[in-house]
């Protein structure tokens, strides 16, 4: 079985200060993870993946994101906030299951960016 | 290069009526998901569609049914619509050879469905 816990339901910050939202999974096999954002009335952006490379991953728009398998966390972070970024942000693991991915997705972060 | 389109965007039902949903993949991809949102809720995987069979099938009862189109389009039927089906329903397509390596999802704007 799979699960991912979304620490925060909101967080909130001030533009140009560091974002960092976070993630924890539970997966019974090395998982792939993503995050995927999504603006009001839009549907779902990938931001970044993890499938076993490198462990700190680049995204798109600044964001980045570090798997640490000790921890069993992939938190998402941006060193500087823009307003643009305001948005439902989503963590989602996803591990094979009869030759395909099926993808679990947390509960999600709003993320609140203030003037 | 469109990317994933559904239709309607907008549906209204009453209890016990049934509704299909429509879309279309972005162009080049051959594998349609379909997703549940409730407000407040991440999305929810209802099952997935490949070569015009359903692959895989989350946790939702039979009242949800799909089908794939050899143009890989796909329309999601929900039958004896409950109160509770009220939500977001969200398409995602993807390239079917993507999903043994870790899927990359694109998706559409979604339907917002409305049972009263």
């Known amino acids: 079985a799979q699960s991912v816990t979304q620490l925060d339901s909101h967080v909130s910050v001030s533009e140009g200060t560091p974002v960092l939202l976070r993630c924890n999974y539970s997966s019974s096999y090395s998982p792939s993870l993503f995050w995927y954002v999504q603006h009001p009335n839009k549907g779902l952006q990938l931001l970044l993946k993890y499938t076993s490379a490198a462990t700190l991953v680049k995204g798109i728009n600044g964001f980045e994101a570090e798997f640490k398998k000790s921890e069993t966390s992939f938190h998402l972070t941006k060193p500087s906030a823009h307003m643009s970024d305001a948005a439902e942000y989503f963590c989602v693991v996803s591990v094979p299951s009869g030759g395909s991915y099926i993808p679990t997705f947390g509960r999600g972060t709003s993320l609140i960016v203030h003037p | 290069d469109a990317g994933v389109t559904q239709s309607p965007t907008h549906l209204i039902k009453t209890r016990g009526q049934q509704v299909t949903l429509r879309c279309s993949p972005k162009s080049g991809h051959d594998t349609v998901s379909w997703y549940q949102q409730a407000l407040g809720q991440g999305p929810q995987f209802i099952f997935q569609y490949y070569e015009e069979e359903e692959r895989q099938r989350g946790n939702f009862p039979d009242r949800f049914s799909g089908h794939q189109f050899p143009n890989y389009s796909s329309e999601l039927n929900v039958n004896a619509l409950l109160l509770g089906d009220s939500a977001l329903y969200l398409c995602?397509?993807?390239?079917?050879?993507?999903?043994?390596?870790?899927?990359?999802?694109?998706f559409g704007s979604g339907t917002q469905l409305s049972v009263l």
């Open positions: 995602a397509s993807s390239w079917g050879q993507e999903v043994y390596v870790g899927e990359k999802l694109f």
